[in-house]
C-alpha cells in the first residue's frame, strides 16, 4: 500500500485528491512513548510538544511505504516546521498546502489556487493524471464514512459506546484504506445497534476540546476517572466527520468549500467562531462538563482559553484547562485535578 501522509494542526489535508491519486491517505500521529533525541537541535524548547514528536519520528524515519507528506497551513509550530523538514526529513515528496486562515471569497479562490498546484505537483511528481471523476469517487467514498462515524459517535452519548473505543475509531479512519475502514464501520453500527449500555454507573457526560489529542489511552484514563467523553470538537473526531461534501459540482471546488465550512479551529478566523460550535454541542449532549486540553505550548490553546473561561461561566457550563506535556506519566500528575473537577460537577 502506499501512503501519501498529511502533517495537520487542523484537519484540512484533502484526502480525495491523495485517493485519486492511488495513495492511501495516512493521517501522521504522535507516538507518546519515544523519547525527543534528535529534535532539540531544530526546535527551540517552547515549541509544541506535539508537533516535536511528530517532527522526532520524521527524522528517524518514516514508513517507507509514505511516498510524501503533506503539510497544511495550521499553527506557527506547524507551519515553521515545514522548512525544517524539508531540510531534515528524507522524503521523495512534500509539499506545503497554503490552506487560508479566513473563510470569504477571495479565501476560497485562494485555497482553489494551492489545491489545483497540489494536483499540479502530485501529476508532476509521480507522473500520473488525477482524473476529477476519481476525485468524485472518492468524494462518494469519504462521504460514506462520514456519515458512519457521524451515527456511530451517537452512541456514545447513549453509553453504548465508550469514548475511548470511538477516538480509535477515528484514527483507524484516518489511517487506514477507506475501503477497509467503511467495512469496518458498517460492521461496527450494525454490533452498536444490538448492544446494551455499557455500565449503569453515573458517568460524568465531557465535552473535549483542546489541541489535537492522538492518544487513546487519555481518554482511557478519563474514563477510569468517571467520565465519558459524549461529544467533541476534536480533529481526531468531530472536525473529521461533522459535515460532508458536495458530491454534484466541480470535485476541487467541493473540496475548498467543505474545508472552509466545517467547525472551525483556533488556528482560523475568527476563532471566537468555535465557541458557537462548543455551545451547540454542549446543549445538544448535555453534557456535565467540558474540558480543554491543550499540549504544552499550544499557543492557539492559550489563546482561546481567556475567552472559553469567561463565556463558559456566564453560561453556567462547568469548565476546566489544562496543558499537558506528551508523555503518560503526565495523566497521572494531573490525576488530581481531574478528580477535583468530577467532585465540582
Ligand atoms: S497542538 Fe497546537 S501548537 Fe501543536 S500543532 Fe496542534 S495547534 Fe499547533
Given amino acids: 500500500m502506499v501512503k501519501i501522509a498529511y502533517f495537520d494542526a487542523d484537519v484540512v489535508s484533502p484526502e480525495e485528491i491523495f485517493m485519486a491519486a492511488g495513495f492511501t491517505p495516512f493521517r501522521l500521529l504522535g507516538n507518546p512513548a519515544i523519547e525527543h533525541d534528535?529534535?532539540?537541535?531544530?526546535?527551540?524548547?517552547?515549541?509544541?510538544?506535539?508537533?516535536?514528536?511528530?517532527?522526532?519520528?520524521?527524522?528517524?524515519?518514516?514508513?517507507?511505504?509514505?511516498k510524501g507528506v503533506v503539510t497544511s497551513h495550521g499553527c506557527d509550530c506547524t507551519n515553521r516546521e515545514f522548512d525544517i523538514w524539508v531540510e531534515s526529513v528524507e522524503i521523495d515528496f512534500l509539499f506545503y498546502l497554503n490552506v487560508p486562515l479566513k473563510r470569504d471569497k477571495i479565501a476560497l479562490n485562494f485555497f482553489l489556487n494551492d489545491l489545483k498546484e497540489l494536483v499540479y505537483q502530485i501529476e508532476d511528481r509521480f507522473k500520473?493524471?488525477?482524473?476529477?471523476?476519481?476525485?468524485?469517487?472518492?468524494?462518494?467514498?469519504?462521504?460514506?464514512?462520514?456519515?458512519?462515524?457521524?451515527?456511530?459517535s451517537e452512541y456514545r452519548t447513549k453509553m453504548i459506546l465508550k469514548g475511548s473505543e470511538f477516538h480509535e475509531l477515528v484514527k483507524l479512519s484516518q489511517t487506514n484504506d477507506k475501503k477497509k475502514v467503511l467495512d469496518i464501520l458498517k460492521k461496527k453500527l450494525m454490533e452498536l445497534k444490538n448492544k446494551t449500555r455499557f455500565t449503569e454507573k453515573k458517568m460524568k457526560r465531557i465535552l473535549l476540546t483542546g489541541s489535537i489529542i492522538d492518544d487513546t489511552e487519555f481518554l482511557i484514563f478519563l474514563e477510569d476517572k468517571g467520565f465519558q467523553v459524549v461529544a467533541d470538537d476534536l480533529c481526531i473526531g468531530s472536525r473529521y466527520f461533522w459535515n460532508t461534501i458536495e458530491e454534484d459540482k466541480d470535485p476541487i471546488v467541493a473540496i475548498a468549500e467543505y474545508h472552509l465550512s466545517k467547525p472551525l479551529y483556533s488556528t482560523k478566523m475568527p476563532s471566537y467562531d468555535r465557541f458557537e460550535f462548543l455551545k451547540f454541542l454542549a446543549e445538544k449532549y448535555e453534557v456535565?462538563?467540558?474540558?480543554?486540553?491543550?499540549?504544552?505550548?499550544?499557543?492557539?490553546?492559550?489563546?482561546?482559553?481567556?475567552?472559553?473561561?469567561?463565556?463558559?461561566?456566564?453560561?453556567?457550563?462547568?469548565?476546566?484547562?489544562?496543558?499537558?506535556?506528551?508523555?503518560?506519566?503526565?495523566?497521572?500528575?494531573?490525576?488530581?485535578?481531574?478528580?477535583?473537577?468530577?467532585?465540582?460537577?
Avoid at 534528535?38 to 518514516?62: D, M
Avoid at 488525477?130 to 458512519?148: D, F, G, V
Avoid at 489563546?303 to 506519566?329: A, G, Q, T, V
Fill in 38 to 66: 534528535k529534535v532539540n537541535e531544530h526546535v527551540p524548547p517552547t515549541h509544541c510538544v506535539w508537533a516535536k514528536n511528530i517532527l522526532e519520528q520524521a527524522i528517524r524515519g518514516l514508513n517507507p511505504e509514505i
Fill in 128 to 152: 500520473i493524471k488525477i482524473q476529477p471523476e476519481k476525485i468524485k469517487e472518492a468524494i462518494k467514498l469519504n462521504n460514506q464514512i462520514r456519515k458512519l462515524l457521524k451515527e456511530i
Fill in 288 to 345: 456535565d462538563g467540558i474540558m480543554n486540553i491543550a499540549m504544552k505550548f499550544c499557543e492557539p490553546m492559550l489563546y482561546d482559553h481567556p475567552y472559553m473561561n469567561k463565556k463558559f461561566k456566564e453560561l453556567k457550563i462547568p469548565y476546566i484547562f489544562i496543558e499537558m506535556s506528551y508523555n503518560r506519566e503526565q495523566y497521572k500528575q494531573l490525576s488530581t485535578r481531574f478528580e477535583a473537577f468530577a467532585e465540582m460537577i
